[in-house]
Nanobody, 126 residues
Framework: QVQLQESGPGLEQPGGSLTLSCAAS????????IAWYRQAPGKEREGVSC????????HYADSVKGRFTISRDDAKNTLYLQMNSLKPEDTAVYFC???????????????????WGQGTQVTVSS
């Protein structure tokens, strides 16, 4: 059974930094494309960043490019999202997801997001 478990500090001030983690079990992250999504109150879930399992290439939404960094620790089978220069509009529930079939990304999204974590709240506020 595949399980993805997000974790990370929930509150940060504008301009600050924090790192989210997504620990995986029942699957090997490096075999598939993996990604971070987020959903702000009253909005649709949107892609944030994707990391390809095929070549390790990374992709970012324009709204986070240059501020967020996606990475993976294969020894720990864990996905990370380093978030810098945080803005209030980054406030959302953040989800990690693994593709169920493809090892490459569809831009900064997954082709077939088959597995999801339960989400972790990130609030950026002074």
């Amino acid at each position: 059974q595949v399980q993805l478990q997000e974790s990370g500090p929930g509150l940060e001030q504008p301009g600050g930094s924090l790192t989210l983690s997504c620990a995986a079990s029942g699957t090997t992250l490096r075999y598939y494309a993996i990604a971070w999504y987020r959903q702000a109150p009253g909005k649709e879930r949107e892609g944030v960043s994707c990391l390809s399992g095929s070549d390790g290439s990374t992709h970012y939404a324009d709204s986070v490019k240059g501020r967020f960094t996606i990475s993976r620790d294969d020894a720990k089978n864990t996905l990370y999202l380093q978030m810098n220069s945080l803005k209030p509009e980054d406030t959302a529930v953040y989800f990690c997801s693994s593709d169920s079939i493809y090892y490459y990304c569809s831009g900064y999204n997954l082709h077939r997001p088959g597995y999801w974590g339960q989400g972790t709240q990130v609030t950026v506020s002074s």
